[in-house]
């Protein structure tokens, strides 16, 4: 079983295909199966490493430090496995890690996408509509907006998937999401990005609106935005060909392989 070996935890990781590298980075409600439509597809042309967040999926902790390690730990699985520029593709938790990597280390983030994500970035623009989203995941409870209400009518055994995948997390302190709070990202180290970024969302995401995305893509200048119609917070599981697509042409235009 391939992991790297961390402070209290051992990530696990999987890597598929070859050429340029992307590492997908997955949500709270999530672990490295959930690319499941991903990687079988990319890794015709790429080199896809899908890992397990510590304290997710294989990657059982055994103590602190918890997400707070999220970008040291991104940053030592490329080390470890010899990878000096990488596409990340973060959804929804993965962005704190994604984004958090690309400001730390820039040089080896070739392009970044952000799905149902800000990755904790907080602006004037941004905060309002993060304050009703936060008041709605308080009422109805994280799990359960995890995904578009619709998706069991339109597709129940996708739905059923996403839930059984899910399941398989360790159990953990509901409080270990709350201290993503503490790695905050400056705005105005934000703003200085210069690598190709694109903002991926569900015209129906509960927990990361359109509304929050589009004032993040502002944020920076000349990164993209791009929003699925009726789908929830998990646009890559929810609609993966359309979110296939857009991510294929995405890392192309960025120069970063030929796409699938």
């Not at 590298?21 to 997955?26: E, K, Q, R, S, Y």
């Not at 055994?157 to 398989?168: G, P």
């Not at 180290?189 to 690598?195: F, G």
């Not at 929830?232 to 192309?252: C, D, K, M, P």
Request: charged share 20%; glycine share 10%; with cysteine.
């Amino acid at each position: 079983m391939p992991s790297l070996n961390r402070p209290n935890c051992d990530i696990y990781y999987e890597e598929t295909g070859s050429g340029p590298a992307i590492i997908f980075a997955h949500g709270a409600g999530g672990n490295h199966l959930s690319w499941w439509q991903q990687v079988p597809l990319f890794a015709k042309s790429y080199r896809c490493i899908a890992f397990d967040h510590r304290g997710w999926g294989r990657s059982v902790a055994t103590g602190g430090p918890g997400p707070l390690a999220f970008v040291d730990d991104l940053i030592a699985l490329m080390d470890e496995l010899r990878i000096d520029q990488a596409a990340l593709v973060a959804q929804s938790m993965g962005g704190w890690s994604c984004l958090g990597a690309a400001l730390k280390a820039p040089e080896r983030v070739a392009a970044l996408v952000m799905a149902d994500t800000v990755g904790g970035l907080m602006t004037d623009a941004i905060r309002p509509h993060v304050e009703v989203a936060r008041a709605k995941v308080q009422s109805e409870g994280l799990a359960t907006l995890a995904y578009d209400r619709g998706l069991r009518e339109r597709d129940p055994a996708l739905a059923f998937l996403y839930d059984e995948i899910m399941a398989l997390n360790p159990p953990r302190d509901p409080q270990l999401i709350g201290m993503l709070g503490e790695l905050a990202p400056d705005p105005a180290a934000v703003v200085a990005l210069t690598m190709p970024i694109l903002w991926v969302v569900g015209g129906n995401d509960p927990i990361v609106p359109p509304a929050v995305m589009r004032a993040a893509q502002a944020h920076i200048s000349g990164s993209e935005y791009y929003e699925i119609p009726a789908t929830g917070h998990s646009v890559y599981f929810e609609r993966a060909s359309e979110f296939n697509g857009q991510l294929s042409r995405f890392l192309t235009d960025a120069g970063w392989g030929s796409g699938i």
